[in-house]
Structures are given as structure tokens and as C-alpha cells.
């Protein structure tokens, strides 16, 4: 069987390479050339668990080109950012692989959509596209299956968690179904396209409202000078209760973002932007914080500990951390940025004592493990003020060193 891959980034690359590495001949296509020599020397473009690993396994395989070709399924892969000031999706680029896709289309064919669309998406935007090929749905295969992983975890997520395939018909599923079967160990559910669009979206938001709520629980505590972290471990222990955890806003690809999605064509949703708003305002609610802790410093330094969207990965993609910057560099705070998972940053990053060193208070945005490890009787301060906005560290560690740590709510203001 071949399989041509439509997008190579952090879920079309695992993908392709899964693949290929339980018996697939892989194309793998992406519009960026030098990513495509960079993948065909042998090397990858970011770090996830098993990757090199599962890169090793696929070789022979598995080659990176920029057009597709002639293939058995097609399965596409490539972002749908959103517009970031009307809110709507931008699917230029789902409905680019699907107009190179079009012209290697023949009968039988599959096309499955991995990336998150609207819902609809499928039936109004994508399958009139690859008709263009002279070839009607139900003579190729259509199916959608949303993706699930989590980065940090994508390869044992892409494999262990159960999955959605939505099919045009009854034989684009159960086409759909075979081929994830050969690597995803997880229980596959059918159903058909547009519900599989909005489960997916349905996922994502319910992580979005609730980490609005555990952001608006955080506000509500600090009001009642109560600490929000032990009310969540109270409420917790309640058999159907779940909070989860306050923090600095929510980064990343697709809980930033695939909300949006659902309120574009809707006049009906409010919590859904709701929660959104709320996560989106918490880089000014430690802004309000710093700024309360830093008011009687002049010309004040601000580190920032930790730039990635979560802990123990790389990706700074719709990090909390750019608007915190942004927001206090407005303000005229002076910024430093260490971060030991990131590569790439707008900011120059710097390791901890440097970026210590002179300041007047760290904010830690990221739950990066290894800040757990750091030693406060290192850092070289002006003045010794923490934020913790993570509720991550060791406070006694920190405060017998001279440091007056402040959690996100935990009700001292
Ligand atoms: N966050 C909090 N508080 C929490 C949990 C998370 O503030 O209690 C923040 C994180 O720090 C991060 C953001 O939310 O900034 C999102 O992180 P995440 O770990 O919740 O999710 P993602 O974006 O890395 O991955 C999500 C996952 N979706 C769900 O858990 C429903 C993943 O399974 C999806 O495959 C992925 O989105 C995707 O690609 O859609």
C-alpha cells in the first residue's frame, strides 16, 4: 500500500512515519523545500519520545517530496490556523492539498482528513475540491479521523488512544478503519464526517472551559483571600468533581484555537468564547500580578522562566509567554527569557543565572520539570521576587533564601 502524507509537521510527520514503519510505502509532502532535503538527509525537525527511534525503523520507506503523487490514500495533515483578529478559520491550506491532491486522484482512492476543520468542512470546502478530479466521492474514499495526540506524547497517543473515523459512506469508514488499524492499538469508533469534525472540536473546548474555570476560579479565590491551589485539592476529592489547574493562559495549536471554530458560523455560543476570553486575558492577570508585587522598583527586570506553551517540550506555538512579554515590555519592564527546552525564540534566551542575574523578579509561565531543580541560592538578584504561576516550585526552598514568592491565587493580594 502507498500513502502520500499531505504536511509534515508535528502530526503529519509521527503519522507518516507510523506508517511506514508497520509496512507502508510513505510519501511524505511538504510545500517547504528545505524541510523536505533536511528529512531526506536523515534528520528531523523536532524532538518527541521514539522519534528517531521510529524514523530508524521507517527507513526504505519513507521519502519526503514537495508534489504528491499517484497513491493508494491520500491523508492530509497541514495546519488550519485562525485569523487572528476575525476569529475564523484559515483553511488556504487544507484546500491547497487538496487541489495537488485532485490531479493523482483515480477510483478507489482514500483521502482521509487529519486536520481540524469547522464542521462541514469536509462536505462544503474539501470534497468539491478533489472532485475536480473527475473522480465523484463514493468512486474515492473520504473519510475524516481528527487526530488526538498530545505533544510530549504524540507517538504512544497516536497509537494507544482510541480514535473517531468519520466516512463519506459506509466503505470510505471501513476502509478508513483497516489502515489506522495497522499501527493503533486504541478502540476505533465510527461515525460519519461532519460529526467526527465536531467531536473533534467538542474535545478541545471542553479542555478550553474547563481550564477558563479553573483561571476564573483563581481570580474568584484571590478576591476572597483564599488559596485557590488548596480549594482545588479539596473540591477534588469530591467523587464528580474535577478542577484543573489554573495558570497563565493556554498555548498551543489547537485548544488556542479550535474553539473559534465552532463559534464562526453560530450566533449561539457564548461559553465557548467566553472561555476563551478568560484564557486569553491571563497573561494580564500576571501582569497585574508582577505589576502589584513591582511597584515600588524603579526601571524594573523581569525573567521570565520558561517560554513553551507546557511543560517538558519545545513548542512555544500561541504561547501564553509572547503576549506576557508583549504586555510587559508596553509597560516598560526590561525582559529576559530562559527556557532549556527551546531552540527558537523571538527573545534571546538565556540560561538561568544570566537571566537572573540583576533582575527584580522571576515569573515562571512554563511547568518545566527541571525548574523544580534550580537552586534560588544560585540566582543573583536585585530584589528577590517569584511568581509562580505554575504553582511548580519547592516555596520553602525559595523563601528560605530571602525569595517573597507569590502562587497565581493563592489569595495574598
Ligand atoms: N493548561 C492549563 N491548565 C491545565 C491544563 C492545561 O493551563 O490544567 C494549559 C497548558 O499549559 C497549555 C494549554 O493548556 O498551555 C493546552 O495544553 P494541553 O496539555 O491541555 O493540550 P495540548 O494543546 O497540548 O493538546 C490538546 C489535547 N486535547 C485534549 O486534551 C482535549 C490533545 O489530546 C489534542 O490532540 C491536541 O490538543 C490537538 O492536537 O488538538
Known sequence: MKICVMGLGYIGLPTALL????????????????????LNHGNLPFKEPGLEDLYREARGRFCARTEPEAADVFLIAVPTPLDPA???????????????????????????????VPPGTSERVIIPRLEKSGVAVGDFLYAHCP????????????????????????????????????????????????TAEFVKLMENTC??????????FAQLAEECGINVWEAITLANKHPRVTVLN?????????????????????TRCRMVSTAREINDSMP??????????????????????????????????????FKFIQLAENEGYSIRCHDPHVVEFPHPLMDAVNAAAGSDCIVFLTDHDCFRMIEPA?????????????????HEKWTDQGFAVRILGDGSS
Open 147 to 194: 487526530e488526538r495526540a498530545i505533544p510530549g506524547q504524540t507517538l504512544q497517543e497516536m497509537a494507544g488512544n482510541c480514535r473517531i473515523i468519520g466516512g463519506y459512506d459506509r466503505d470510505s469508514t471501513d476502509q478508513a478503519t483497516s489502515i489506522y488499524r495497522t499501527f493503533v492499538r486504541g478502540q476505533i469508533y465510527q461515525t460519519d464526517t461532519r
Open 246 to 266: 489554573p495558570g497563565p493562559g493556554v498555548g498551543g495549536h489547537c485548544i488556542a484555537i479550535d474553539p473559534w471554530f465552532l463559534t464562526e458560523n453560530s
Open 284 to 321: 494580564n492577570y500576571v501582569l497585574h500580578v508582577t505589576r502589584s508585587l513591582l511597584s515600588g522598583i524603579r526601571n524594573p527586570t523581569i525573567s521570565i522562566f520558561g517560554v513553551a506553551y507546557k511543560g517538558n517540550i519545545s513548542d512555544t506555538r500561541e504561547s501564553p509567554a
Open 207 to 216: 479542555r478550553d472551559v474547563n481550564i477558563a474555570l479553573a483561571n476564573e
Open 19 to 38: 506508517f511506514a514503519a508497520h509496512g507502508a510505502n510513505v510519501v511524505g509532502v511538504d510545500v517547504k523545500q528545505s524541510l523536505v532535503d533536511y
Open 86 to 116: 476575525t476569529k475564523v478559520s484559515n483553511l488556504s491550506y487544507v484546500k491547497k492539498a487538496a487541489d495537488m491532491i485532485a490531479p493523482h486522484l483515480a477510483r478507489g482512492n482514500l483521502v482521509i482528513l487529519e486536520s481540524t
Open 378 to 394: 544560585t540566582l543573583r538578584m536585585r530584589t528577590k521576587f517569584v511568581i509562580d504561576a505554575r504553582n511548580i516550585l519547592d
